[in-house]
C-alpha cells in the first residue's frame, strides 16, 4: 500500500449535483495527478497540482476543478454532475512531477452518478 | 491523432509460461514509458519505467523492451503464477518530462494453476 489516501471510498450522487473528492499525498511529495479511469478503460489524465499551483490540464471541462494546499494534499471538485462522470477517480502523488517519477496511485473514490 | 493502444482482449496462460503483453503508440515520442499492474478496485502500481535510449529493463520475473522504431513496447513475466494476475497498463508523458502521464486502456492477464 501507499502513503496516498482518498476519501470518500465510493459515493452515490444524482445527476445536476456537486461532488468534492480529497486526497492525500505521500509525506515528501508535493506533485498530485487526478485521473479518470470508467469502468474497461485506463485513467484519463484530468489535471496536475504542483505546488498548489494547476500545472496542467487534459480533455475535460471546467466544471471539473481542483486545489491543492499547502500541505499538497487536493481536491477535485466536479459540479453539474452527468452520468457519464460515473467513474473511478484517482489521485496519484509524485516527488516533482517529472515523467521520470514512479506515481504512487490511491485506491481511488468510485462515484456513481444516477 | 495520438493513441496508445493495449491487446483489449485478455490474454489467459498457464502457470510457468511466460506472458507477453504489448503497448503501441502513435503520433507521440515519449521520453519514456512505464508499466503499472492493476488489481480489481485498486489503484495501479508501478513496475518499471524504460528510458527511449534503453532496449530492455529487467526487474526479478518482469522485462520490458522499448522499440521506438516500432513505437512498441512488450511487457514480459517469465515463469507466470496465479499472484501475477491483474491488469496490466503502459503510460507514457502526453509531453515532455511533464508527469501528466496517458494510459493505455490495459491488458488483463488471468494465469491458470
Known amino acids: 500500500e501507499t502513503g496516498v489516501t482518498q476519501s470518500p471510498t465510493h459515493l452515490i450522487k444524482t445527476r445536476g449535483q456537486q461532488v468534492t473528492l480529497r486526497c492525500s499525498s505521500q509525506?515528501?511529495?508535493?506533485?498530485v495527478s487526478w485521473y479518470q479511469q470508467a469502468l474497461g478503460q485506463g485513467p484519463q489524465f484530468i489535471f496536475q497540482?504542483?505546488?498548489?499551483?494547476?500545472?496542467g490540464r487534459g480533455n475535460f471541462p471546467p466544471r471539473f476543478s481542483g486545489l491543492q494546499f499547502p500541505n499538497y494534499s487536493s481536491e477535485l471538485n466536479v459540479n453539474a454532475l452527468e452520468l457519464d462522470d460515473s467513474a473511478l477517480y484517482l489521485c496519484?502523488?509524485?516527488?516533482?512531477?517529472?515523467?521520470?517519477?514512479?506515481?504512487?496511485f490511491g485506491p481511488g473514490t468510485r462515484l456513481t452518478v444516477l | 491523432s495520438q493513441k496508445i493502444e493495449q491487446n483489449s482482449e485478455a490474454l489467459n496462460i498457464q502457470e510457468g509460461k511466460t506472458a507477453t503483453l504489448t503497448c503501441n503508440y502513435t503520433?507521440?515520442?515519449?521520453?519514456?514509458l512505464q508499466w503499472y499492474r492493476q488489481d480489481p478496485g485498486r489503484g495501479p502500481v508501478f513496475l518499471l519505467l524504460?528510458?527511449?535510449?534503453?532496449k530492455e529493463k529487467r526487474k526479478e520475473r518482469l522485462k520490458v523492451t522499448f522499440d521506438t522504431t516500432l513505437k512498441q513496447s512488450l511487457f514480459h513475466i517469465t515463469a507466470s503464477q496465479p499472484a501475477d494476475s491483474a491488469t496490466y497498463l503502459c503510460?507514457?508523458?502526453?509531453?515532455?518530462?511533464?508527469?501528466?502521464?496517458?494510459f493505455g486502456q490495459g491488458t488483463t492477464l488471468q494465469v491458470k494453476p
Open positions: 497540482y504542483y505546488r498548489e499551483e494547476e500545472n
Open positions: 524504460i528510458r527511449e535510449n534503453e
Open positions: 509525506s515528501g511529495h508535493n506533485t
Open positions: 503520433n507521440y515520442s515519449p521520453a519514456y
Open positions: 503510460a507514457l508523458d502526453s509531453s515532455s518530462n511533464t508527469g501528466k502521464l496517458i
Open positions: 496519484a502523488s509524485s516527488s516533482t512531477g517529472q515523467g521520470v517519477d514512479e506515481q504512487f
